[in-house]
């Protein structure tokens, strides 16, 4: 799942801009702190803070192996 959610840092803890979905209950979830760039023109729409977002994950990104095939079985043999 991919959610985007401002968030404001106030005495060492995150106050989130909305609430999060009852389907993370009880989950673990990772966060990325991306702070805002600091520029004149501000960004509204919410399509391109995800293109921004997308962006710099592909920054991080690689290309697979045309015949790479995620096999789940071989992950949770130990």
Do not use: H
């Not at 023109?41 to 921004?52: C, G, H, L, Y």
């Not at 095939?69 to 071989?74: A, G, I, W």
């Amino acid at each position: 799942m991919l959610q985007i959610i401002q968030a404001t840092c106030r005495n060492g803890e995150l106050v989130l801009s909305e609430k999060l979905s009852s389907e993370l209950e009880g989950k673990t979830i990772q966060i990325m702190i991306l702070e805002p760039r600091e520029s004149t023109q501000t960004i509204d729409s919410e399509e391109s803070k995800i293109q921004q977002f997308l962006e710099r994950v592909n920054n991080y990104s690689f290309p697979l192996p045309l015949d790479y095939k995620f096999n789940r079985e071989e992950i949770y043999d130990r």
